[in-house]
């Protein structure tokens, strides 16, 4: 059928669908590196699992886009360009570069074309609420074995894994202020593995950026190329100072405490969730402090290798899910809805992949509970939506608190955007907002047909 008819109708498009526990308590550190696939263990006593994923599935298939979204092309729309790293390759979505190996393993393996030109493999997790409870602590943690290759054929080589502030997403120009935290980073196949903390601001700072507040070590055993090795952050927030702890096989290499900086800028960097990412970079800065490349030596089609990623949370409570415990000032995934009616999910091509929620009609609603707007009101709704709908057909997109009998806070208009997956990103003012509110996004129209995808939404002040 056409997607630019005005025909009414329901559009039916297909629906789409970290690692050792704490290895003091089981004591399985060193067994870890020997197997090339070993399943996340079960959380021990006073731990909860909060997320896991194994990478079970067939050979050469994607990720489980409920669990993970691509991050694709040089950088974020509207974000720094070559993801604000100087890295050179087009990140995708495609198999060739982010697969799974049917063994229970992912592999991101960074492709050269005949034209010189590099590919490579981002992806991050759809939920950005990683943080501990309050009194609690947060253990984030992948079992990997680093690109196998070493010397010259290693140059330009920067596998890593780690997370960004979820405030991050939507506005891309809040680094470092938002805090980034390193779990593991490595360059140029040196048999060494870098964790840091970014914050504050740039250049330097607080925080010495660019270069962040890092340690590093050696892997110990087999060499990080050569082996799988487990790497965890352990955030406490049982502790005073509050500590940021990172490990290799259990070995706790470097620390930072929130009193090494002042309290805005690490209220400012801890304050919030966060996202995890696994990716493949070849080039940038880090790479150029070691040397540079990648050059003619370089040598493509080495895959960083993840056994699983696990998220443990202990403490005063657990880590939320994504229901319930949303910042207003992120992106929440139209997808996360709580309940919904008349919409439904498909993946979306937009830039970061995951999925949207489309099909929507006049009367259709979705609900998202708890959403925290925190003390400084909220005046403005922002939305990512795109529209095929035929001509004569729009309609509006409402926000509402706590009941869809409440009258709108705010609204915007949207008609033929050009296609159902060509994105854009609309702005409307809204009735001043504070506290914690469940969010409806419902849907009026004056004709019966779909008019409206939404992938994402946000407030601002």
Known sequence: MSETSGTPHRRRRPLRRALIALCSALGLAAAAVASADAAAPPPPSGWTQVFVDDFNGA???????????????????????????????????????????????????????????????RIETNRGDFQPPAGGKLRVQSRIQMPNVTGTAARGYWPAFWMLG????GNWWNWPSVGELDIMENVQGLNTVWSTMHCGTSPGGPCNETTGIGGSRACPGTTCQAGFHTYALEWDRSTSPEQIRFYVDDINYHTVRANQVDATTWANATNHGFFIILNVAMGGGFVDAFGGGPDAATVPGHSMVVDYVQVLSSGSGTTPPPTGNRDAYSAIQAESHDSQSGTMTEATSDTGGGQNIGAIANGDWALYRGVNFGSSAATQFIGRVASGAGSGVSGLVEVRLDSRSNAPIGSFAVGNTGGWQSWRTIPANISSVTGTHDVYLTFTSGQPADFVNVNWFNFGH
């Open 59 to 121: 050979a050469g298939t994607g990720v489980n886009t409920t669990n993970w979204q691509y991050a694709t092309g040089h950088g974020y729309p509207g974000g720094p360009a070559n993801w604000g790293t100087g890295e050179i390759e087009n990140m995708t979505s495609s198999t060739n570069n982010v697969a799974l190996d049917g063994n229970g393993n992912l592999r991101i393996t960074p492709r050269r074309d005949a034209s010189g030109n590099w590919t490579s493999g």
């Open 166 to 169: 979820t405030p991050y997403r």
